[in-house]
């Protein structure tokens, strides 16, 4: 389960805008209905863990919920969400292409909520900045064998 900006912004939708259908969720926020499901899901489970018991429901394709003052203290919760600046994003990229062997684009675009634009915007920034790619990368170190990486400003 991600916390993200989507989830929050599914969140304030179902608030604002009670007894709408997944369909017109998905249409008015331009995300499948899967991925809106997902967030219910995910919103549902982390509504019970701060005690509050109404639950997001989907009645016949129709999605509410109750607002009272526990539901209203989690919206502060949710508020409290913020996407990653540029700077911790590369960090995190940085990291991520030292101590993983295998990198997916795809999977860093979902899990950084970013395009794939972006990330190699991104990628192209370290590889100036630092010289890593993930191409470099696993030769340098398959030729080393030592285990050791060298120092990097990160």
């Known amino acids: 389960m991600n916390i993200n900006s989507k989830?929050?912004?599914?969140?304030d939708y179902i608030l604002k805008n009670p007894n709408r259908k997944i369909q017109e969720i998905s249409n008015d926020l331009q995300i499948n209905?899967?991925?809106v499901r997902y967030e219910i899901e995910n919103l549902n489970f982390?509504?019970?863990l701060n005690g509050v018991k109404n639950r997001i429901l989907n009645i016949d394709g129709n999605v509410k919920l109750e607002e009272n003052n526990k539901t209203l203290n989690f919206d502060n919760l949710l508020a409290s969400i913020?996407?990653?600046?540029?700077?911790?994003?590369?960090?995190?990229l940085v990291l991520n292409l030292l101590?993983?062997?295998e990198f997916n684009i795809n999977k860093m675009v979902g899990e950084l909520e970013v395009s794939r634009t972006t990330l190699k915007k991104d990628l192209k920034y370290i590889n100036?900045?630092?010289?890593i790619s993930k191409e470099n990368l696993s030769k340098e170190l398959s030729n080393k064998n030592t285990g050791e990486i060298n120092e990097?400003?990160?």
């Open 99 to 101: 101590l993983n062997n």
């Open 33 to 35: 209905k899967r991925k």
């Open 46 to 48: 982390l509504l019970s």
């Open 7 to 11: 989830t929050k912004e599914v969140y």
């Open 82 to 92: 913020e996407k990653l600046s540029m700077e911790k994003r590369r960090d995190l």
């Open 128 to 131: 100036l900045k630092y010289g």
């Open 152 to 154: 990097l400003e990160i």
